[in-house]
């Protein structure tokens, strides 16, 4: 997706990576806009993102696939990243999380008084996010 042969992009994969918080916008069936924080994983292709499997977001995305995900900290608005992309949502529950994931969220892990399994037995929903654009300014 993203050519990291240029510095721009490598500069928006190495944010996507290590950023710790992006907003996940969906849409309500009502087409009011829904957003919230989340904790990501971009492998460099797509973005996957963990959640309880019935709340809003999820039942946003059973009605309407299309996401926006924004990058917490812009930067005082001088390194904004967004990717505007189509979510698919897994249809099992999630048992194991990429071991990169876990160890970009380790501490914040423990923080909230989980351990890696018991936080995908809450959060096991996962949501696989194709990005069709990435922006970035």
Known sequence: ???L???????VAQR????PIAWLGT??????PHLVPVWFFYDGESV????????????NLRANPRVTLAIDDTRGGGDVVMVEGEATLDD??????????????????????????????????????????????
């Open 1 to 3: 997706m993203l050519d």
């Open 5 to 11: 042969s240029t510095e721009k992009d490598a500069h």
């Open 16 to 19: 996507l990576g290590e950023d």
């Open 27 to 32: 849409v309500r069936p009502d087409g009011r």
């Open 48 to 59: 996957l993102v963990y959640s309880e499997p019935d709340n809003q977001k999820v039942r």
């Open 92 to 137: 099992a529950p999630a048992t194991e999380a990429p071991p990169a994931y876990l160890e970009k969220y380790r501490n914040g892990i423990v923080q909230i008084g989980h351990t890696p399994e018991s936080l995908l037995a809450t959060f096991s929903q996962a949501i696989r996010i194709t990005p069709k654009r990435i922006i970035h300014w």
